[in-house]
């Protein structure tokens, strides 16, 4: 009996490899907090973002935060006081209705465990609009129970071998003192180690992990129980940011208090910005970029950090990631972020266990509801689902073959299970030499990268198809899916009509589309012009 093989691809004349491709950037992806995955237009953004992007996880906030009523020591209020139970009780309902929408979707929550409940909570202030409280417990044991008793319900509603899937993830960047933790560095510790082992007495098989720290940083601001402003004058007051020594925040310390411990690490988290903020001699806070490189060279320190630590199989999870943290920053919007964050992933595949993209959708609520369409958000859409040039370029990601035929500088050519190709290439401008995107205040703020360039030529004849086979040739560049221009050209309006929703979306979906067809031998002919800051992929129309 004959077995059918998938024949070699050859490109450019040379054999192409066949290392595997892993897609990091659809592992995960992230969202603002719990309780906006209750909305409506959450949900159908997330639904696409599982069949258009192949997002398998997604991670939020404020899984016991009060608005979710999963914590309660005391029934009702309205009018009046609440009334004090006689011990707390546990409602899930909320958290229910969150949950069964993103196993409906066809993906799984990455459990962030946070924030504390106001009635555990050891102080009063909060954080965002929505009054996230990041204090300790006052009592850890209740926390304890608390965790024990929502993962049990999993347990019964979803079954052992779902929720075996799950990663458990304690807090979020609990380093950023007073904003998401008003403890000690020690404090977190303790919630960390309390946690990973009630979560392991539940089930040996569970994934948890920390600290979920905030950005590298090239001095000593975290390297005690607070955060040190005193010692940031050096970093906010560099030339060149990128000649400073960055390092990761509270991991080596995460580390070391687990091992003297014996408190399991299944998987480091942190995050990985590529910016800073730090404050001069002046007591003035100024916004640092860093290189394009960043990312790369950070995940590199972070795994050499892991080979060498007591736990070398620990798995490595960046569970923030974008090109900057501010959800009023408008290079989100733009083509400029797309061409970054495409160069940026495929630069990381083999440095990480997952990348997640913060967030997928500008239903994000941490500094109030948007100001106007385009606002900055860090979705790859807007709150009307139009498709942003990010949302493009993980589409674009997505279709990319698990195996890795060809690397370049400005792109890949990957082999399809089915025998064909999938190609993705892009052109990050050479003018820009070590410079990231950075921020921008505005779409004419964020426009000022229009200029930069040259175009580029990218050619390849690839062998090894099926004669007669149509690729599809799809480009993203500036004047093909630049919906925040063609917004900035109405003259930015607050409030879109009903038409001008239908004529964005238009735009935003209005890429270069072109076909290129396998000749009779077999061979495929790539010989295309890149526009500065174009995207563009290569995929097999079906049959």
Same mark, same amino acid.
């Given at each position: 009996?004959?077995?059918?093989?998938?024949?070699?691809?050859?490109?450019?004349?040379?054999?192409?490899?066949?290392?595997?491709?892993?897609?990091?950037?659809?592992?995960?992806?992230?969202?603002?907090?719990?309780?906006?995955?209750?909305?409506?237009?959450?949900?159908?953004?997330?639904?696409?973002?599982?069949?258009?992007?192949?997002?398998?996880?997604?991670?939020?906030?404020?899984?016991?935060?009060?608005?979710?009523?999963?914590?309660?020591?005391?029934?009702?209020?309205?009018?009046?006081?609440?009334?004090?139970?006689?011990?707390?009780?546990?409602?899930?309902?909320?958290?229910?209705?969150?949950?069964?929408?993103?196993?409906?979707?066809?993906?799984?929550?990455?459990?962030?465990?946070?924030?504390?409940?106001?009635?555990?909570?050891?102080?009063?202030?909060?954080?965002?609009?929505?009054?996230?409280?990041?204090?300790?417990?006052?009592?850890?044991?209740?926390? @304890?129970?608390?965790?024990?008793?929502? @993962?049990?319900?999993?347990?019964?509603?979803?079954?052992?071998?779902?929720?075996?899937?799950?990663?458990?993830? @304690?807090?979020?960047?609990?380093?950023? @003192?007073?904003?998401?933790?008003?403890?000690?560095?020690?404090?977190?510790?303790?919630?960390?180690?309390?946690?990973?082992?009630?979560?392991?007495?539940?089930?040996?098989?569970?994934?948890?992990?920390?600290?979920?720290?905030?950005?590298?940083?090239?001095?000593?601001?975290?390297?005690?129980?607070?955060?040190?402003?005193?010692?940031?004058?050096? !970093?906010?007051?560099?030339?060149?940011?990128?000649?400073?020594?960055?390092?990761?925040?509270?991991?080596?310390?995460?580390?070391?208090?687990?091992?003297?411990?014996?408190?399991?690490?299944?998987?480091?988290?942190?995050?990985?910005?590529?910016?800073?903020?730090?404050?001069?001699?002046?007591?003035?806070?100024?916004?640092?970029?860093?290189?394009?490189?960043? &990312?790369?060279?950070?995940?590199?320190?972070?795994?050499?950090?892991?080979?060498?630590?007591?736990?070398?199989?620990?798995?490595?999870?960046? !569970?923030?990631?974008?090109?900057?943290?501010?959800?009023?920053?408008?290079?989100?919007?733009?083509?400029?972020?797309?061409?970054?964050?495409?160069?940026?992933?495929?630069?990381?595949?083999?440095?990480?266990?997952?990348?997640?993209?913060?967030?997928?959708?500008?239903?994000?609520?941490?500094?109030?509801?948007?100001?106007?369409?385009?606002?900055?958000?860090?979705?790859?859409?807007?709150?009307?689902?139009?498709?942003?040039?990010?949302?493009?370029?993980?589409?674009?990601?997505?279709?990319?073959?698990?195996?890795?035929?060809?690397?370049?500088?400005?792109?890949?050519? &990957?082999?399809?299970?089915?025998?064909?190709?999938?190609?993705?290439?892009?052109?990050?401008?050479?003018?820009?030499?070590?410079?990231?995107?950075?921020?921008? *205040?505005?779409?004419?703020?964020?426009?000022?990268?229009?200029?930069?360039?040259?175009?580029?030529?990218?050619?390849?004849?690839?062998?090894?198809?099926?004669?007669?086979?149509?690729?599809?040739?799809?480009?993203?560049?500036?004047?093909?899916?630049?919906?925040?221009?063609?917004?900035?050209?109405?003259?930015?309006?607050?409030?879109? &009509?009903?038409?001008?929703?239908?004529?964005?979306?238009?735009?935003?979906?209005?890429?270069?589309?072109?076909?290129?067809?396998?000749?009779?031998?077999?061979?495929? *002919?790539?010989?295309?012009?890149?526009?500065?800051?174009?995207?563009?992929?290569?995929?097999?129309?079906?049959?």
């Amino acid at each position: 009996m004959s077995v059918a093989t998938t024949p070699m691809l050859s490109i450019d004349g040379q054999s192409a490899g066949e290392m595997p491709l892993r897609h990091i950037w659809n592992e995960c992806v992230g969202a603002g907090r719990a309780n906006e995955a209750l909305r409506a237009d959450w949900q159908a953004h997330f639904r696409e973002a599982v069949d258009t992007l192949g997002a398998r996880y997604v991670r939020f906030h404020g899984v016991f935060h009060d608005d979710m009523f999963v914590y309660r020591a005391s029934n009702g209020g309205g009018f009046g006081p609440p009334t004090p139970l006689a011990k707390p009780v546990y409602t899930f309902a909320y958290v229910d209705k969150v949950f069964d929408a993103i196993l409906e979707a066809g993906a799984r929550p990455f459990v962030e465990l946070g924030f504390m409940p106001r009635e555990l909570a050891t102080q009063t202030e909060t954080l965002f609009w929505w009054k996230a409280h990041c204090s300790p417990p006052n009592d850890m044991q209740a926390w @304890v129970d608390l965790v024990t008793a929502t @993962v049990t319900h999993w347990i019964d509603r979803y079954g052992i071998d779902e929720v075996r899937t799950w990663p458990f993830e @304690v807090w979020n960047e609990p380093n950023l @003192v007073p904003h998401f933790w008003t403890g000690t560095r020690t404090e977190y510790f303790e919630l960390y180690a309390a946690t990973a082992l009630a979560l392991k007495a539940i089930d040996p098989a569970f994934k948890v992990g920390g600290p979920s720290s905030s950005v590298f940083v090239p001095d000593e601001r975290y390297d005690g129980e607070y955060h040190d402003k005193s010692v940031e004058a050096a !970093t906010a007051e560099a030339s060149d940011p990128d000649v400073l020594p960055w390092k990761p925040v509270w991991i080596h310390e995460f580390i070391a208090y687990c091992v003297e411990r014996d408190i399991p690490i299944d998987f480091l988290s942190t995050h990985l910005y590529p910016t800073d903020f730090a404050f001069d001699t002046q007591g003035k806070g100024r916004p640092i970029s860093r290189g394009r490189d960043a &990312t790369r060279d950070d995940l590199r320190v972070m795994r050499e950090l892991i080979a060498a630590s007591p736990y070398p199989h620990a798995e490595l999870h960046i !569970t923030e990631w974008s090109t900057s943290p501010s959800s009023r920053d408008h290079m989100h919007d733009t083509v400029f972020a797309a061409t970054y964050i495409v160069r940026a992933f495929l630069q990381s595949t083999d440095l990480a266990d997952s990348i997640s993209y913060w967030t997928f959708t500008d239903v994000f609520e941490e500094g109030g509801g948007g100001i106007g369409p385009f606002h900055g958000g860090f979705g790859f859409v807007n709150e009307q689902g139009i498709h942003k040039p990010t949302f493009h370029a993980m589409a674009m990601l997505k279709r990319l073959g698990a195996h890795l035929a060809l690397r370049t500088e400005h792109g890949v050519i &990957t082999r399809t299970d089915d025998g064909g190709l999938a190609a993705l290439f892009f052109n990050y401008p050479d003018s820009m030499g070590s410079r990231s995107v950075g921020s921008a *205040t505005s779409h004419t703020d964020a426009a000022r990268l229009a200029v930069e360039g040259p175009e580029r030529r990218i050619t390849h004849a690839v062998a090894g198809l099926t004669p007669g086979d149509a690729y599809l040739v799809e480009t993203l560049d500036q004047d093909h899916g630049n919906v925040a221009a063609a917004w900035h050209a109405l003259g930015e309006p607050l409030n879109l &009509t009903r038409e001008q929703v239908a004529d964005l979306a238009g735009v935003a979906d209005e890429l270069d589309r072109r076909t290129l067809l396998v000749d009779a031998g077999g061979e495929l *002919t790539i010989d295309v012009t890149l526009a500065p800051w174009a995207v563009m992929s290569v995929s097999r129309v079906p049959a």
